[in-house]
């Protein structure tokens, strides 16, 4: 019969059973199969025999894909840092600025653009910021002439669009690392002479960086791999990596290339995961 530790293990196995049953099928399976097809290759509209890494060395010798891959890291870098820009004073001023019983209504107010369709706030924005939208008019009105500003079909749309959303997900991560810091920090730092702005930045910043760490991560993930937005607001003036991968996949019915482009993809992302966790343990450690 089973000791009391083999029955537990036992227990504990089956508890994380489905989860890891979840995981193989609707992730390793998948990546599996991406990868085993990014192998192959496909020339006059058909599948060539055997594998080879000819996809991966077509992707670092286009200019056009690396120039994809370049503007999707400098979008989703400049995202993340004006998302950053804005959400930590917005995650301050909820944090020791609102009352606390303020506080639930001002989170729930912050989490509305999360209760609309991605879609629906693209085209939103693609509403107000067109030539003939909400902004450009409103300039006009106020005797501002808008005339060769440009706020959609281009970087800047999908700068709007992107940190319009992130800043309200950083704004949740980096105020819950505000509200788990001792208020009794901030008045020892006070007792010894620290002026606000000093405890601000030898207490309150270094508390909070791994609240900033984990939403930049998300941020910049969620950012590199977006496709609805730049399509919506970007256009098509500038190519970004997700917007190529669905090229080869709708114009070029090209599966392995979009395949290899896909993993190149989450070979980035992966890269960046590793960066932000490097940086969490060293702060624990």
Do not use: K
């Not at 227990?11 to 990014?38: D, E, K, N, R, Y």
């Not at 002439?145 to 709007?160: E, K």
């Not at 910043?205 to 991560?217: C, E, K, T």
Request: with cysteine.
């Amino acid at each position: 019969m089973a000791g009391p530790e083999q029955r537990a293990r036992r227990g504990g196995w089956m508890l994380v059973a489905p989860g890891l049953a979840w995981t193989a099928v609707f992730f390793l399976l998948p990546l599996g199969i991406m990868a085993v097809q990014s192998l192959g290759e496909r020339a006059g509209g058909r599948l060539l025999p055997g594998w080879s890494l000819g996809n991966y060395a077509r992707f670092f010798e286009r200019p056009y894909f690396l120039e994809a891959l370049l503007n999707s890291l400098e979008v989703a870098a400049l995202t993340t840092l004006l998302s950053i820009l804005l959400a930590y004073p917005l995650a301050w001023i909820l944090a020791y600025r609102v009352p606390p019983h303020w506080q639930r209504l001002a989170l729930l107010l912050a989490i509305l653009p999360f209760w609309t369709s991605y879609l629906v706030r693209s085209y939103s924005w693609l509403l107000v910021l067109a030539p003939n939208g909400v902004v450009p008019s409103t300039l006009a009105f106020i005797g501002l002439d808008p005339a060769g500003m440009q706020l959609v079909s281009n970087r800047t749309g999908t700068l709007i669009g992107f940190v319009h959303f992130f800043t309200m997900l950083l704004t949740l991560t980096i105020y819950a690392s505000l509200v788990q810091i001792p208020a009794s920090y901030l008045r020892a730092a006070a007792d010894l002479g620290a002026a606000p702005l000093q405890a601000f930045v030898r207490v309150t910043l270094p508390l909070s960086l791994p609240g900033v760490v984990v939403g930049a991560f998300l941020t910049f993930v969620l950012a590199i791999g977006d496709y609805i937005t730049p399509q919506i607001l970007g256009g098509n003036r500038e190519l970004l990596l997700p917007q190529a991968i669905m090229l080869q996949i709708g114009r070029q019915a090209d599966f392995p290339m979009a395949s290899a482009m896909s993993l190149i993809l989450m070979v980035v992302i992966s890269l960046a995961y590793l960066a932000c966790a490097r940086w969490l343990r060293l702060e624990r450690g």
